[in-house]
Structure formats: structure tokens, C-alpha cells
């Protein structure tokens, strides 16, 4: 009898279903291989975080430094490159979205400056290929910890592979860090209410990177509404987590007031209103459109992976309810003598609500706050849900019973997704500024004098920064027609004046001090800019000598002889 109960000991402790004893003996020396691995790596996890780390990471670096910046990008870059008071100066003006990110990339790029570094792609965009991969570690850790070692793996490989998440780990913006501190506040909350020990440090873990996740991200607030309506169902859900969550209840709201407490400068900054009402209001269809751009466009992919969702959610659901174990029991997903595998159904259920709730309370609310002024239903904001829609897929492969079929999915889900990877690589720039510059920089030749227009959608700012990233002769002069600083725009929120860029009374002033002029055209956002573009290029055509050109999607370079 001691024996027996030590069998059924194990088999609970096994968080990742194995058959029975009495169903050993006709397993093939693969399924004993796979439970070997399998028990090698559930006592030695960190040698799968260090593998799924590295992979995460090899998939950043490639071609990290291949792709031209563009303009959000480099405008990260060129508010952290300010001053520390000047940058200070302008989260708190007009800036307060991404603030911990900002100063986070200001002391990077000082370090990458003592070591002797140009602030070139590569450089800057490192940060967020790191905080992917951990992000990617993070994935891992919470499957395996509140899943399963299986769920734990395929999330973490499904996640990334992924291909919006990949476009994050590969931008110098903030949703990388953003992804990795919220996978970490929603393990801390696990943590909470699943460990007896280290109590006081799961909290301040969970408040402290909750706060800096805000400050990294203002979206960052629909996440912690989440958890807080996941709190509130688990209080209501019967079994162990509803006790552990009636326990904790009045720490949680203690670490909500004080996460509320410590970002009220943010908020105060953030008093402006909305610098997103170039995203259009959202319909329906967009949710759709939005699930479809986390697999890659592929509708096939899509609702595989949304039906591995639904089935680990409603075999959770059905574990709870007597009527719902005679339908497992019929489907063969739980053998009428195994009770412990039964328990372990049960006790998927808190953390499957849980990962609905991080995915439909941001997507609820996001939505519904984007059909007035302030518009937040974007992919670049809610690709803060792929972690859960990954674990749930995770959830929907390790209800199943037997472990050739779990195996062979999963093998198949991380093939089908590996193939859509090129994919990403393959995608054009969204746009390309570092083709013209260089040939720019090559035409270049003293005191040839460069416009750009239209320099209020950041035209210049762009040329700026590749000129000052691969430094070489070519500058803007302080009489270029159009030119501002953006630190002013930061500070003032003001656009200041483009239009002497298109005006040919100021361009023929300015081709009085230069021999030769660049005539930039880049960033023209709509038909009344391109034809003031268009204009002003037909009487630099008509006054001046036209020499050559560049044309890309993005940038039109012509250069011409005022002489």
C-alpha cells in the first residue's frame, strides 16, 4: 500500500501528464527517451533557459543591423541622446510615454560612447534584441512553473518565433522591455498566490516592475487592470488559489495604492491628452485582423492555434464539473481510474482564467477606449497579450493524454511557425533612410548646402541621424531652409515651421551661398504636402541645374548645381 501511494505521488508531482504505470510496458524506447529528457530537464530547468535564451537571442541578432531606422526609432534615439536635464525636461513636457525606456537608452548610448561606439543600428536596437530573449526565458518560466514543463517549452518556442514579436526585439522602442517586465509582474502574481515562502518579496517584485512596466509603457495600465479582474475572479473560483487570493486580498490592494501612488507624476505628465489619434478608429473586424497579424497572416495558423486555445480552457472548465469529467472520461483525455491527473486538470484552471483575462482585458478595453479621442487598439501596443495567447496554445497541448500526440503537435506547431520566420526577414523596410544617406554622404562635397522637406514629419531628423551615426562631411547649415531642432518640438510640442522648405523665395536665397544643393523630399504624409513637394521641385528643375538623383520608397535625394 506504501508502495502504491508513492506511485501516485510521482505521477501528481508530473506536471506534464505521463500515462499511467499499467500503460508503461507498450511504450517504445522513444517515449522512455522523451521521459528521461523530460526528467533531466524538470530537475535542471535552467539548462533549458540558458538554450532558450540563446536561440531567442541568435533570432534577434540576425540581421539586427541590416534594416534602416525609422522615424520613431531614431527619434528614440535622438531624446536619449540629450542631456539628462534636457531629457527630464522633455518626458515631463511632452514626452511621459516610455519615460523608463528613455533614460534606459540615455545611459546606454553614454556607455556605447565611452567604448567608442557610433550610435548605428546595431547599437542602439542591442538592448531590445536582449530584453526579447529574456522576455522569451520569462515565457518559458511561467509555463513551466504553472503549467507544465511542455507548456512552458512550446509557449516559449511558439513566442519566439513569433513574428510581431520579433519586429519589437528588433526596434529601438520600448514594447521589448515592456514585454519582459510584464511577464515578470504576472509570474511575481502567480508566485503569490502558489508559494508560502518569500511572500514579502513576491510582492515588492510585483510592484516594483509593475511601476517600472507603467513608466516603460503607459499601455502598461490595461495590464494591471487585467490582473486586477483576475484577482477579483479568483476570489470567486472555488478550490486553493480562491483561499490564497482571500489571504492576500488586502496586501494586493495595498500594492495597488501604492503602485498608484508612485505613478501619479506620470499621469500628471500624461494630462496633455492623446498623441495617438493617427490610429483610426477600430471595428470589429479589426480584432480578427489583429489575431491574424500575431500568426503571421496565415488563417490555417490562426485557427489551429485558437482551437488549441479553446480546448485546454474547456477541458480545465469541464475538470470542475461532474458532468464535464463524464465528457473527458467519454473523449478519453482522463482514464476513469485516475484521479491525480483529474486533480491536475482542476488546478490548470485559475492560471487558463488567469491567461484569458491578460488577453481579453486589454483587447476589451483597448478597443472601447479607441472609439473616442484617445486611440490605444494598436498591434505595437497589444502584442503585450502574445505571451498568454502562446501559454494558452501551450495549455490546449498538454491537456491532451498521451504524450506521442502531445509531441508530434507541438514538434508540428514549432515547424509551421519556424517556416513563417523567413517571412519576417523578408519584409521591406517600413522605411529606408539609410540608402540615401550613404549615397548622400558620397555625393557630398563642400559647402553643398541640404533641404528637406517635410521636415515637421521628421525629414530631416532621419538624414540627421544617419549623418551623425556614420559620420562623415555632409551637415545641415544653419540658413537650410524649413530646419528645426526636435528638441524643440519635444519641449514645446510645437511643429515649428517647414513650409521655407517648398518656398522658392527661400530656396533661391539659399542657393546664393551654396554651389550645389541636395533637395531632400521624405516622410510627405499627404497630397498637399507632396504637391507643394512637387512644385517646389519643378522650379528647382527650372532655375537650376539638375545633376543626379536618388529615389527609394521613402526618400527622393536630387541634387543640383546652382551655378
Known amino acids: ?37 523530460s526528467a533531466f530537464f524538470a530537475s535542471n530547468y535552467w539548462v533549458l533557459c540558458i538554450l532558450i535564451g540563446a536561440v531567442a537571442l541568435g533570432f534577434n541578432l540576425f540581421r539586427l543591423g541590416s534594416k534602416s531606422m ?5 527619434l528614440s534615439v535622438e531624446r536619449a541622446r540629450q542631456s539628462l ?7 515631463f513636457a511632452t514626452q511621459p510615454n516610455m519615460a523608463f525606456y528613455y533614460i534606459f537608452l540615455h545611459f546606454w548610448l553614454s556607455l556605447t560612447s565611452l ?12 538592448p531590445s534584441a536582449i530584453f526579447a530573449a529574456l522576455s522569451s526565458v520569462m515565457v518559458f518560466l511561467l509555463g513551466r512553473r504553472f503549467l507544465g514543463l511542455s507548456a512552458g517549452l512550446i509557449g516559449a518556442g511558439l513566442y519566439l518565433l513569433n513574428d510581431l514579436e520579433l519586429v519589437y526585439a528588433q526596434e529601438t522602442r520600448s514594447y521589448a522591455l515592456q514585454l519582459l517586465l510584464i511577464c515578470i509582474t504576472w509570474y511575481a502574481l502567480f508566485a503569490v498566490l502558489t508559494d508560502e515562502s518569500r511572500q514579502k518579496r513576491w510582492w515588492a517584485c510585483y510592484a516594483i516592475v509593475t511601476i517600472l512596466a507603467i513608466y516603460t509603457q503607459l499601455f502598461s495600465l490595461l495590464i494591471l487592470a487585467a490582473q486586477v479582474v483576475t484577482f477579483a475572479s479568483l476570489l470567486l473560483l472555488p478550490g486553493p488559489w480562491r483561499t490564497r487570493a482571500r489571504q492576500q486580498f488586502r496586501t494586493f490592494l495595498i500594492s495597488l495604492v ?88 482542476q488546478q490548470l484552471l485559475p492560471v487558463g482564467l488567469a491567461l484569458l483575462c491578460w488577453i481579453i482585458v486589454p483587447l476589451v478595453l483597448s478597443y472601447t477606449i479607441s472609439q473616442g479621442p484617445t486611440r490605444l487598439f494598436s498591434s505595437r501596443y497589444l502584442v503585450t497579450i502574445v505571451p498568454p495567447f502562446v501559454l494558452l496554445v501551450g495549455l490546449g497541448i498538454v491537456v491532451l493524454r498521451w504524450r506521442a500526440i502531445q509531441v508530434a503537435l507541438a514538434l508540428f506547431l514549432l515547424v509551421l511557425t519556424l517556416h513563417y520566420v523567413p517571412l519576417y526577414y523578408q519584409t521591406p523596410q517600413a522605411e529606408d533612410w539609410n540608402t540615401t544617406s550613404f549615397w548622400l554622404e558620397q555625393h557630398y562635397q563642400a559647402n553643398d548646402g541640404l533641404v528637406c522637406y517635410d521636415n515637421a514629419q521628421g525629414c530631416q531628423v532621419c538624414i540627421e541621424y544617419y549623418l551623425s551615426a556614420y559620420p562623415g562631411a555632409a551637415h545641415f547649415t544653419a540658413d537650410s531652409p524649413g530646419s528645426f531642432p526636435w528638441v524643440n518640438y519635444d519641449l514645446t510640442n510645437h511643429l515649428g515651421n517647414a513650409e521655407p522648405a517648398v518656398d522658392p523665395t527661400a530656396l533661391a536665397v539659399f542657393g546664393t551661398h551654396h554651389p550645389r544643393i541636395f533637395y531632400i523630399t521624405g516622410r510627405i504624409s499627404s497630397s498637399s504636402t507632396a504637391a507643394q513637394a512637387q512644385s517646389a ?24 548645381a546652382t551655378s
Open 70 to 74: 525609422w522615424f520613431d526609432e531614431i
Open 115 to 126: 567604448l567608442g561606439l557610433n550610435p548605428v543600428e546595431f547599437v542602439v536596437r542591442f
Open 85 to 91: 536635464p534636457v531629457l527630464w525636461q522633455i518626458i
Open 537 to 560: 521641385q519643378h522650379w528647382l528643375d527650372t532655375h537650376y541645374h539638375f545633376i543626379t538623383q536618388i529615389v527609394t520608397r521613402t526618400v527622393t535625394i536630387r541634387l543640383y
Open 258 to 345: 501604492g503602485i498608484f501612488v508612485l505613478i501619479i507624476p506620470l499621469l500628471y505628465a500624461s494630462r496633455h491628452g492623446s498623441k495617438t489619434g493617427w490610429l483610426p478608429i477600430p471595428h470589429l473586424m479589426d480584432i480578427y485582423l489583429l489575431f491574424l497579424t500575431f500568426c503571421a497572416n496565415s488563417r490555417i495558423y490562426l485557427y489551429l492555434l485558437l482551437a488549441l486555445c479553446l480546448l485546454g480552457l474547456l477541458v480545465a472548465m469541464f475538470a470542475y464539473r461532474s458532468w464535464g469529467v463524464q465528457l473527458l472520461r467519454k473523449a478519453s483525455l482522463v482514464d476513469s481510474a485516475d484521479d491525480t491527473r483529474l486533480l491536475r486538470l
Open 1 to 37: 500500500m506504501s508502495q502504491a501511494r508513492g506511485d501516485l505521488q510521482k505521477v501528481a508531482e508530473d506536471k506534464d501528464f505521463p500515462v499511467t504505470r499499467e500503460k508503461e510496458a507498450p511504450l517504445t524506447r522513444l517515449h522512455s527517451m522523451l521521459h528521461a529528457a
